[in-house]
């Protein structure tokens, strides 16, 4: 007697465990999307303000050279808060410090006259302490030569 079409018992249970394993690595894939989201957004605030505290630098070389906060060595840690608008609840704790040092002349006996600066930002978690998440080291560094403006 011929059997009725349909599938049988295994052939269902090799259904379910090759979609559920689908299913899992879309999953996983989600996870790992979001957490690439997130990253994202994070250095992307880290370089605006980087970027922010090096025109300012940059702003107050052109006015005032001789500076505290340029003088050679490391400055800082100064925090930054970026605040929601509506609520003012804190978005984002950032620690930003950067260092300046001497813009070398290949030339023996020469001196420029000019600054190397480096401006470092890195999410901190209290206020004080860098933020570490393992596997997402969120730290941006931005580097710019700061030279007199010549008027002609």
Known sequence: MPQPGGFSLVE???????????????????????????????KGVLAVVAESKLESLA????????????????HGPE???????RSGKVLHRISVSWLVSPLADPRPGKHLRGKILTVTAS?????TAVHYVPGQ??????TSVLTPRLLI
Request: charged residues 20%.
């Open 12 to 42: 269902a249970l090799i259904v379910l465990l090759v979609l559920s394993s689908g299913l899992l690595a879309a999953g996983r894939l989600l996870v790992q999307t979001m957490s690439s989201l997130s990253l994202a957004r994070s």
């Open 59 to 74: 702003d107050l070389y052109s006015r005032d050279p001789d500076s505290a906060d340029l003088q050679d060595g490391v």
């Open 79 to 85: 925090m930054v808060e970026i605040r929601n608008p």
């Open 123 to 127: 999410p901190a978690a209290d206020g």
């Open 137 to 142: 080291n969120k730290i941006f560094s931005l």
